[in-house]
């Protein structure tokens, strides 16, 4: 049964991989244009050299130099001349690769081609940057989640860092006591894991889905093809105790997170962490809706089975927002179950107002009745750390 996954999984790669890397420019130049918000530094200098506080790196910019004794660039629908810019920047600027290009001819038509032309179909699913496919540097991540997801990377020295995660790369909000910190070199990574009771004890029901650890240690390694495929061992270095199993299966926050059917034998019960594991995954990154980060996923991890999607800094219609989609699909104890997350940006002020992301984290599953519903519903957060990658 899965080997013509792994078929169509490193068919999709090869036709993947014959896709141009690099964006391009166009032959001629283009003199009234909006930037694409794919440059978080360039867009937060233009704003800062124009007194804009506080700058969005999402900014809507269109710059217009059709008229050389009447140059302008507008953000979010302010105008500001163009010579009010350092050279460097307006270099910067005018050899900017990603633009979409705003001189068309107007007609009767312009009402519905303009609106299905700015939706940039395009745009919509295009490769990544050499950056993002990088095996050795991968996992540098600004983005530093408050639980589930990537992992947050902090490079020392190119391809060595450092990172550290709350829950697994796969779960929910308030799903497991899981945390993890790891050193990486050359696309190596090891590290360990420890509990931290503190982010599964503030859901009081609806327990009986969630996966719960002690200490152990790991290491994975991502084959030197592009970033796409990452092996890994996982083993427990420590048994649970007679007191956490009592904690973790009948007295987490006195509820009790084992269900029985009507005879007493056990219908839905936690999955107590124990033992080794091989992991893998398989993804592909790229840019959906100019995210400044994204992959796509099929992964195998702790004999559960995962696919899913998650991206960084989407734009759409004007908003930008992080969304997260798993599905664990195949467990050795546990019911398969959806995590949604969906984080909104320029909620808050001055320098939170492009760093900070928070927003809604949905585990759907079987509830303790039995029935399809919501096991976990809580809010989560993220915070970008540095500039963009």
Do not use: C
């Not at 705003?102 to 312009?110: A, Q």
């Not at 799903?175 to 190596?188: D, K, P, Q, R, Y």
């Not at 090891?190 to 009771?197: I, L, P, R, S």
Request: aromatic share 14%; hydrophobic share 40%; proline share 6%.
């Amino acid at each position: 049964m899965r080997t013509p996954l792994y078929l169509i999984l490193i068919s999709a790669l090869i036709f993947s991989s014959s896709l141009p890397l690099f964006a391009q420019e166009d032959e001629e130049p283009v003199n009234y244009f909006q930037m694409e918000p794919l440059d978080d530094s360039l867009f937060i200098h233009i704003q800062e050299e124009l007194f804009i506080d506080p700058p969005d790196p999402k900014a809507e910019i269109v710059v217009d130099v059709r008229d050389a004794n009447n140059q302008t660039i507008s953000i979010k629908g302010a105008l500001y001349p163009f010579l009010a810019l350092t050279p460097e920047l307006r270099a910067r600027i005018l050899t900017y690769p990603f633009k979409l290009n705003l001189e068309e001819t107007v007609n009767f038509g312009s009402l519905y081609t303009r609106v299905i032309n700015k939706l940039r179909f395009e745009k919509i699913l295009v490769p990544p940057t050499v950056f993002q496919i990088s095996p050795t540097l991968g996992y540098i991540n600004p983005y530093i989640q408050f639980q589930g997801g990537e992992r947050f990377g902090i490079p020392i020295k190119k391809d060595i860092g450092l990172s550290i995660g709350f829950g697994t790369p796969y779960s929910g909000a308030l799903e497991t006591n899981f945390v993890e910190a790891n050193f990486h070199i050359l696309g190596f990574r090891g590290g360990m894991f420890t509990a931290v009771d503190a982010f599964i004890e503030l859901k009081g029901s609806e327990n009986h889905n969630n996966l719960f650890v002690t200490n152990g240690i790991q290491f994975a390694y991502v084959i030197p093809f592009g970033n796409f495929f990452e092996i890994g061992y996982t083993s427990v270095s420590e048994d649970f105790s007679e007191t956490q199993i009592l904690k973790y299966t009948t007295q987490t926050v006195n509820k009790e997170n084992i269900v029985y059917n009507p005879d007493s034998t056990i219908k839905y019960q936690p999955y107590l962490l124990t033992g080794s594991y091989i992991n893998w995954e398989m993804r592909y990154p790229v840019k959906v809706l100019g995210a400044t980060r994204g992959k796509f996923y099929v992964a195998q991890y702790i004999d559960e089975w995962h696919i899913g999607f998650t991206g960084r800094e989407l734009s759409l219609a004007g908003s930008v927002f992080d969304l997260r989609f798993d599905a664990m699909f195949n467990s050795p104890v546990r019911q398969p179950q959806y995590v949604l997350d969906i984080m909104v940006q320029k909620i808050f002020d001055y320098w939170a107002f492009s760093t900070i992301a928070i927003g809604p984290s949905i585990i759907m599953s079987h509830t303790n009745s039995g029935s399809f519903g919501f096991t976990s519903l809580f809010a989560n957060l993220r915070i970008k750390v540095g500039s963009s990658l």
